[in-house]
């Protein structure tokens, strides 16, 4: 599990749940010049820590993530979705947005992302990191 915090500005709290480092140093980078408290997890038991730990305003999260951050990543596992699963099922996590992050443009994990209530499903390679903390300010904005 890695913390990375940028200056806080109000409660704006988002949590990245993303394996793999380059793309963490990317969007924490991209997130910082908004000024969000951002927290990073590497694994689907990172991520879940980390909830039970802290309060998020929003969640970033990839489909491909390993269950642990010991265990290798098998592409047939969508850790993520099963994340998001647990976190619609959770009292006080299910209110949180979440936009999915992923490179699998798969029907079957739009659907299911869908209806558990996602609230983006973005290909990583439609958007730029830049663009991704606009979407979060409007989200937000909204709320």
Not at 32 to 37: E, H, Q
Request: aromatic content about 4%.
């Amino acid at each position: 599990m890695q913390r990375k915090q940028s200056r806080r500005r109000g409660n704006r709290h988002v949590l990245l749940i993303e394996d793999e480092k380059n793309l963490v140093d990317m969007y924490t980078v991209a997130l910082r010049s908004y000024n969000f408290d951002l927290q990073t997890a590497q694994s689907a038991d990172d991520a879940l820590k980390l909830l039970e730990e802290q309060s998020f305003d929003i969640i970033l999260l990839d489909i491909l993530i390993p269950a642990t951050s010991h265990d290798s990543l098998d592409v047939s596992q969508r850790k993520g979705l099963d994340v998001l699963e647990i976190i619609r099922k959770h009292p006080r996590f299910r209110t949180i947005p979440v936009l999915i992050l992923t490179n699998l443009d798969d029907i079957p994990d739009r659907k299911r992302a869908e209806t558990l209530h996602a609230q983006e499903y973005i290909l990583k390679t439609n958007v730029l990191p830049k663009d991704i903390g606009r979407k979060i300010e409007v989200i937000l904005q909204q709320r």
